[in-house]
């Protein structure tokens, strides 16, 4: 099947007991079973619940990948994932992940005695030379957040498993519709469907989609022990939300093209991150390895001075975190989303006081620039 039929069809099976064309949300904690040992496949809501089952099928398809596993928030999906690694290990990440992302594994997991790298992976012969005998684990985000790098999926790929490590991709600023890692070669794929799976801001949740059945039985296990579930409602609104993913997609991509070329030449934009944008340094990487360049756009105004008092004056662009809904979100990384990133290294990656990032939404494009236009004047 086509993508767009996968979206709307891979999981979402009539219902059994009634036909109903929509997954219910079964919203239980048990099941009632015929006998000891005799029941329909579900025991306990926490193991099993037929619509988390219904997006994790979804998903997996979507994804390429033999099964996945969801999770309350994209957060409980790394950490799940961070689970395929033990003490006396090491793990290779990218430099420029979700803060959350660093500050999980420098504040949490290192407490645990796993060891970690934080490397420019868009240099694949960093990424290289950062392996040991003890790696496990390469873990990248591309494209990055918020200064938009891309990394090569194929060739880290090739990488981290001649040196028997697992790949695994944060792809929720890319979604499937742009970028299918399992394909290119990594083993596991993780989202925050928050984001664009979702779509609506109106959901947190994560998912975990694997390329091998030992390593979603491993994610079924943890998902059971550790316990941070997908509710039965944030998973039907995620399952709702993917039906029109690739109609959202094509015009986020339509939107964040057209927003890209218009900061690009504003004079009051010292720089546009934009893989879609000629001049980005992995523009070619971006054009073989991704579908299309996405919505999501980091420029720098030069200072937090002209940073604040542009986000006090965008009115339809909504100042908040997240990204990835139908409506435009607008940010500011050093403060907010890489807050937990310490100074000195923000600075270093591009996270620069001046640096806005922008998820473009799907509203009429120039209403958005209309906006933006007011708010440059102001500043
Ligand atoms: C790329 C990326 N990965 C993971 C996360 C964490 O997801 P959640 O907020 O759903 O826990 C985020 C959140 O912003 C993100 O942007």
Redo the contacts with the bound molecule.
């Keep these: 099947m086509g993508f767009s039929t996968e979206c709307i069809h891979a999981g979402n099976e009539p219902d059994p007991a009634t036909g109903a064309v929509a997954v219910p949300i079964y919203q239980t904690s048990t099941y009632v079973q015929e006998g000891l040992g005799k029941h329909k496949g579900y025991e306990y809501a926490r193991t099993q619940n037929p619509t988390r089952r219904a997006l994790e099928v979804n998903v997996a398809a979507l994804e390429g990948g033999v099964g996945a596993r969801a999770f309350a928030?994209?957060?409980?999906a790394?950490t799940a994932v961070s689970t395929f690694v033990k003490a006396g290990e090491h793990v290779v990440c990218s430099n420029m992940?979700?803060g959350?992302?660093y500050r999980y594994y420098t504040q949490i997991q290192a407490r645990y005695g796993v060891e970690f790298s934080f490397v420019d992976t868009s240099e694949p012969e960093e990424g290289r030379a950062a392996f040991r005998p003890n790696t496990r684990l390469l873990l990248l985000?591309t494209p990055t957040?918020p200064t938009m790098v891309l990394c090569d999926i194929s060739l880290l790929s090739d990488i981290a498993h001649a040196g028997g490590a697992l790949v695994v991709v944060?792809n929720?600023?890319a979604s499937p519709y742009l970028q299918r890692p399992l394909a290119l070669g990594a083993d596991l794929v993780y989202h925050?469907?928050?984001?664009f799976l979702n779509g609506h801001s109106d959901s947190?949740?994560?998912i975990v989609v694997a390329k091998k059945p030992e390593h979603e039985e491993w994610l079924a296990f943890v998902q059971n022990s550790s316990g941070a579930i997908l509710s039965p409602f944030d998973s039907w609104l995620v399952l709702r939300g993917i039906k029109t993913l690739v109609v959202r997609m094509e015009r986020h991509e339509t939107n964040g093209r057209e927003i890209a070329r218009y900061l690009a030449s504003h004079p009051k934009v010292l720089r546009t991150n934009y893989p879609g944008l000629p001049d980005h340094p992995q523009h070619e990487l971006a054009k073989r390895q991704m579908r299309g360049f996405g919505a999501m756009i980091s420029f720098d105004l030069g200072s937090l001075d002209a940073a604040t008092r542009f986000l006090a004056r965008v009115r339809l662009c909504s100042l908040g975190?997240?990204?990835g809904g139908v409506e435009t979100l607008i940010s500011h990384p050093a403060t907010m989303?890489h807050a937990s990133i310490p100074e000195a290294e923000r600075n270093r990656l591009g996270v620069t006081p001046g640096l806005v990032r922008i998820s473009v939404g799907i509203e009429d494009v120039e209403d958005l620039v209309a906006d933006l236009d007011t708010a440059f004047e102001l500043i």
């Design positions: 928030s994209g957060m409980a790394a992940t979700y959350g992302t985000e957040n944060d929720t600023f925050s469907t928050t984001k947190v949740g994560g975190e997240s990204l989303t």
